[in-house]
């Protein structure tokens, strides 16, 4: 347990509210004995890989998965911020693609994503002698089409930062206050996600998409998607960066590394960047 100086010098730093979920956070974490994180890289995952690296130290290790639908950029960044948090890290290649329910991409397509991961990660925590898998799921995720949490369900996969109440600007908060490098990283889904529900996910198409991301973030953009709609890049960006994307300086630059990567029409989505915008179709129609 939290001794009370602990518990007070949390309040005043974090506020009552997220001290709060930070006990309970860190409670859930102590309960599961030891742990298996699922790890991305990203806020959410490494968050809950500090939490449990303080809490549980070596019965805490995080498992960062590799495929081609993500960018291998982002899995050195991933290795880096493991070993800055002090955690312990195995890394493990899945494939998914290899998978026909996956490639066909239909709106189940995360479920598969996610089965594979579990069934990769499952023998390991075994091998590694860890009592259960954890992954990063918050609160704000009940809003969105997300068939992977029922592939966690399945497996009695942990959600201890959804079961202490945490949203995504609570875990970002509590991420900078913790110093995890990450706090401020904009989210960045799997290279799948930006290809429309039904179109065939194939590693030529995924590489396709890595190209152009990588071009647009390397010319300063931070939150960025390319959604790929055969010839066409459909490209989503914060509001906050709508300027500088049509800049006369800056747009014929972007429009030669996103031709370069091997699309013909390239398109700016006047609704900004919004995750999982290839859901909105399905949850409008489960709403009517």
Known sequence: MAKTGEVIGASEALGAELAEKYQRLRERVRALGSVLVA??????????????????????????????????????????VARTIGARLV???????????????TAERCYFCKTELFDHLEPLARDLGLEHIA?????????DWRPGQRAARERQVAAPLDEAGMSKEDIRALARHLGVPVWDKPALACY???????????????????????????????????????????????SDEFARMLDAGTRGEIVAAV???????????????????????????RAE
């Open 39 to 80: 790890y991305s890289g990203g806020v959410d995952s490494a968050l809950l890989l500090k939490v449990a690296t303080d809490e549980l130290g070596e019965r805490a290790v995080g498992a960062l998965a590799s495929s081609e639908a993500y960018d291998e950029e982002e899995t050195r960044q991933a290795v880096e």
């Open 91 to 105: 890394q493990v290649e899945t494939h998914e693609l290899e998978d026909p329910r996956y490639a066909a991409n």
């Open 135 to 143: 992954y990063g799921m918050n609160r704000d995720d009940h809003g």
């Open 192 to 238: 799948s996600s930006r290809i429309p529900y039904g179109t065939t996910v194939t590693v030529e198409e995924l590489r396709r998409i890595g190209k152009a991301e990588r071009a647009l973030r390397k010319l300063g953009f931070r939150q960025v998607r390319v959604r790929s709609h055969d010839k066409i890049a459909r490209i989503e960006v914060g």
């Open 259 to 285: 031709r370069e990567a091997g699309y013909l029409y390239v398109t700016l989505d006047l609704a900004g960047y919004r995750a999982g915008s290839f859901n909105e179709a399905l949850l409008r129609r």
